[in-house]
């Protein structure tokens, strides 16, 4: 199975600790990779607004303040044409917040945090 480049990660969560665990992972992977961050689902659409180039993948936590990761979601859906992946990354593993994060179609992955770079190489594989 090929490989996409991914060129370009935001990863959205409101943790600190959660953004540096998940830089060290997509740095192992390929150092290369711009890295985005946004700490809630509005800071992440105002990124987005302005990007000149549209990340490869969204790492979205589900559990913030402000705009959750599942705000996020209906928000990014409703802009028409959502040209990222997203997948979800969260320290939840409810069936439920899964299952409502899969309905979207372009939720790829639902990860129980932490990330590693194994991980990458399979939202890759799916680009």
Known sequence: MSVRKISVVLIVDDNESDHVISRVAIEQYDPGIEILQAYDGEEALKIL????????IIFLDINMPGMDGHEFLQEYAREGNPSSVV????????????????????????????????????????L
């Open 49 to 56: 607004a302005s990007a000149d180039t549209q990340p490869d």
């Open 87 to 126: 997948a979800m990354l969260t320290t939840s593993d409810q069936e439920a917040d899964k299952e409502k994060c899969l309905t979207y179609p372009f939720v790829k992955e639902y990860i129980v945090k932490p990330l590693d770079s194994d991980e990458l190489l399979s939202i890759a594989q799916k």
